[in-house]
């Protein structure tokens, strides 16, 4: 036995020398490349800004706009969120009611949004507020649910408005202005939505708005349920303010960390400025392009650490229960981990509010996944990628589904298998879960970099030769191997 469990040890470690030497070999081609590629590079469209003096005033890569939002964020809006967090402590220790501290909220959040935003935007978001509201009397989920996708197809025409030079000048905005503005409005429709589907007959008026104008998470998620969010007023239930603020310096610390690592590699790395060049991406080999995908996706995982991180470490200072930051993408393999365990808060949501009460209705699983993926499409926005990437998605979970049960069903009851050990049969579902893993990272590059990125890894993943095509699933192959040993270690959590 015990010899087993060092091969076993030993398997895991071979996996994982494979695993790291193949994404490093795959980065360095790639970095190779591309600073061959950007050497002379004439920067027609300002993708590039003097970076740091520490650094020698190297070129960085400022073309991420939601990267150069989080950094609009940190210096305009989280000023007032320490504001708004040490005046809430004070109104805490001068025993506030509950429904005292709720009027502070939607009063502070009100007031920073016509100082960030403007009046005229406030007016929009309570639009949708109202809106809600109206058919929260009526308490019929149906009438929710239309409610909520009304809300969200105005949004979509919004947002196509929000980019112009007439409704900027009108609202009086800048482009991260008008982001934020888009950004406040998806997730109140996601607070608003969850709030009437699951609402207790004894909740009022002041609990919907506080919980949907709660600054902290208001501009940048993530999602909280009600549930979650009203141990906010169970005072007696708050630990030590000294506990609570070296926690929270801590988690302060360690997004600001991850935000400060991902501006140091974007002066070394140009990973999203590549995804601009389609050509150069077209002419890159198989080792680069996987090189470039796998930045790629943990630059996106930086990205959210960094803007949860910023929302859930005040919202858990101030007792919420929050989910867990994004789970590292290099150590998932399983389409239904990636949404389980990237963006828990969506996840709750998607489950609570759509997956289980579909369950209770019609009982068929691909049916409930399929309008949890219709609406994620929905939210995301409506642009062809989106489309292509939640569509791949919903693929994967149905294969992987399909999958377990054929192997649960067939495979492991056949007189041949039922002698493999547990080993044999972990070896099996990674042999299995290999070409979903490509299928799941190829879908996500639709995603990160747009339709015609993705374009290029479909073409290139199939016009190579068989192969260069099995080095690959052995090597994903030893990725699911790694993902699955580490399958039980938890995010942090703020």
């Not at 600073?35 to 650094?55: C, Q, S, T």
């Not at 400022?62 to 305009?76: A, M, P, T």
């Not at 009397?137 to 947002?159: D, G, M, P, V």
């Not at 943990?298 to 007792?319: D, P, R």
Request: aromatic fraction near 20%; include cysteine.
């Amino acid at each position: 036995m015990n010899k087993q469990l060092k091969f076993q040890h030993l398997e895991s470690k071979l996996c994982l020398m494979i695993w790291i030497s193949s994404i490093c070999y795959a980065i360095y081609q790639y970095t190779t490349k591309s600073h061959l590629f950007f050497l002379n590079y004439a920067d027609p469209y300002n993708d590039f800004e003097v970076g740091w003096n520490i650094l020698n005033n190297k070129r960085k890569d400022k073309s991420d706009f939601e990267w150069e939002s989080i950094g609009f964020i940190i210096c305009n809006v989280y000023p007032f969120l320490l504001i708004y967090i040490f005046t809430s402590e004070f109104l805490r220790s001068q025993n506030f009611s509950a429904k005292n501290f709720q009027y502070f909220q939607v009063l502070f959040t009100c007031a920073s949004t016509i100082y960030l935003l403007g009046y005229k935007i406030l007016v929009i978001i309570f639009i949708q507020l109202i809106l809600f509201s109206i058919v929260f009397l009526w308490k019929n989920k149906a009438l929710t649910w239309l409610c909520s996708l009304t809300c969200l197809t105005l949004i979509t025409f919004y947002k196509n408005l929000n980019s112009t030079e007439t409704f900027l000048k009108f609202f009086a905005l800048n482009h991260y202005e008008a982001y934020l503005n888009i950004l406040v409005l998806c997730w109140l429709n996601l607070k608003c939505t969850s709030f009437s589907v699951s609402c207790e007959v004894n909740m009022t008026f002041l609990d919907y708005i506080s919980y949907c104008f709660y600054f902290p998470t208001f501009i940048t998620g993530p999602f909280i349920s009600y549930n979650d969010f009203k141990m906010i007023y169970k005072m007696k239930e708050y630990g030590s303010l000294d506990v609570r603020l070296r926690q929270f310096l801590k988690n302060t610390f360690r997004w600001v960390l991850w935000y400060q690592f991902g501006n140091i590699c974007l002066h070394f790395i140009y990973i999203n400025a590549t995804s601009f060049q389609s050509d150069f991406v077209r002419n890159l080999d198989l080792w680069s392009l996987c090189g470039y995908g796998y930045i790629l996706g943990q630059f996106f995982h930086i990205k959210y650490v960094v803007l949860y991180g910023l929302s859930t470490s005040l919202a858990s200072f101030e007792n919420i229960n929050v989910p867990s930051l994004p789970r590292c993408i290099g150590r998932i393999h399983l389409y239904s981990d990636m949404w389980k365990y990237f963006d828990p808060g969506l996840y709750n949501f998607l489950k609570s509010c759509i997956f289980i009460p579909l369950q209770n209705l019609i009982k068929y699983k691909f049916i409930s996944s399929f309008v949890c993926f219709a609406f994620v499409y929905f939210w995301h926005g409506t642009e062809q990628y989106v489309l292509i990437w939640a569509t791949l998605n919903y693929v994967g979970v149905s294969l992987e589904a399909l999958f377990y049960s054929f192997y649960k069903k067939w495979i492991r009851n056949v007189s041949i298998f039922e002698k493999i050990d547990s080993r044999n049969s972990r070896r099996l579902k990674n042999i299995l879960a290999a070409p979903l893993l490509a299928l799941s990272a190829i879908s996500n590059f639709y995603f990160f970099a747009g339709k015609d990125i993705g374009n290029i890894f479909v073409g290139t993943a199939l016009g190579s030769s068989i192969f260069s095509q099995i080095v690959l699933l052995m090597i994903l192959y030893c990725c699911c191997e790694i993902s699955t040993e580490f399958r039980d270690t938890n995010a942090h959590t703020m």
